[in-house]
């Protein structure tokens, strides 16, 4: 008997009662009206991230066209930079080629040829110093930062690091040196 039970039990859940099966519908339609609703969210956020994509890929977009035009903007005023420096030095200098050249054209005595190329070089110095060079000083002894050693000597006279003789002069701008001292160092 246990067992007609337990088939009955099985014939009855098996069956649905027209109560149950209007639940079961109405389950159903709210599981498809809920699954249309998370859809249309879906889509919705779908299109949100779509318009967030695009404002991103639009502001790349613009970031990089402006780089682009920083970077020419930045090469050509560099150039123009250059060209100005070049510019200012040239002007300094061309007058001192004037007076070299009437010097070489002018006719007169060696002492007065002589006085002419000491105006001439007064005027280069005051050129080269308007443009804020200046010569290298061997005065504190030898500094391999502004002198460069290309011959060494011992000598008991001289102290130690001493500069006995300098070979070509050295200029620097600010603490950049444009050329190096060529000295003879001692000890």
Do not use: W
Request: charged fraction near 40%.
């Amino acid at each position: 008997m246990e067992r007609e039970l337990n088939v009955n039990e099985e014939a009855n859940l098996e069956e649905e009662t027209p109560v149950q099966a209007e639940v079961s519908e109405d389950k159903e339609f709210e599981d498809i009206v809920n699954e249309e609703d998370e859809t249309i969210r879906l889509k919705d956020e779908n299109e949100k991230l779509k318009n967030e994509l695009d404002t991103i890929k639009d502001r790349l977009l613009r970031t990089a066209s402006e780089y682009e035009n920083y970077r020419k903007r930045t090469a050509k005023e560099k150039e123009g930079i250059y060209s100005d420096a070049c510019e200012d030095v040239l002007k300094e200098m061309l007058p001192v080629l004037d007076n070299l050249e009437r010097a070489m054209a002018a006719d007169g005595s060696l002492e007065d040829l002589k006085k002419g190329i000491e105006m001439t070089l007064k005027q280069f110095k005051d050129s080269i110093d308007k443009l804020g060079v200046e010569e290298i000083s061997t005065q504190d002894g030898f500094d391999p930062n502004f002198h460069e050693a290309v011959m060494h000597v011992q000598d008991e006279s001289f102290g130690e690091n001493q500069v006995v003789e300098v070979f070509l002069k050295g200029y620097k701008r600010g603490e950049k040196v444009i050329r190096y001292t060529m000295v003879k160092v001692a000890n």
